[in-house]
């Protein structure tokens, strides 16, 4: 059974930063696709970023530049480096796997299967 749990959520000013972590039990972190995703309310929930099993990064254009996907295989976590903050990142950030090597290109949350409860990111302008 995989669990996917996510922490580092919080309230930061704008141009702050905050670190997102995934921790998963039952998927192997760095083999296969996984993803972060966020939603804001009122909005439909978009990716973010992803990673391939073979370690390839996409972001989604509005966040290119200031926040880095990475995995730690022997904490098996991933994680979300976020700078330079903007109130518009203000959401709830969910952390995602397919078990699949591949990511699909457009982040189509359709293709994933398995999902965390996800943490809450306040960003103050």
């Known amino acids: 059974q995989v669990q996917l749990v996510e922490s580092g959520g919080g309230s930061a000013p704008a141009g702050g930063s905050l670190r997102l972590s995934c921790v998963a039990s039952?998927?192997?972190?760095?083999?296969?696709?996984m993803g972060w995703f966020r939603q804001a309310p009122g909005k439909e929930r978009e990716g973010v970023a992803s990673?391939?099993?073979?370690?390839?990064?996409r972001y989604v254009e509005t966040v290119k530049g200031r926040f880095t996907i990475s995995a730690d295989s022997a904490k098996n976590t991933l994680y979300l480096q976020m700078d330079s903050l903007k109130p518009e990142d203000t959401a709830t950030y969910y952390c995602?796997?397919?078990?699949?090597?591949?990511?699909?290109?457009?982040?189509?949350?359709?293709?994933?299967?398995?999902w965390g409860q996800g943490t809450r990111v306040t960003v103050s302008s």
């Open positions: 990673r391939e099993g073979g370690g390839k990064t």
């Open positions: 039952g998927y192997i972190v760095g083999s296969r696709c």
């Open positions: 995602a796997a397919n078990g699949y090597y591949w990511c699909p290109i457009d982040h189509d949350t359709r293709i994933y299967e398995y």
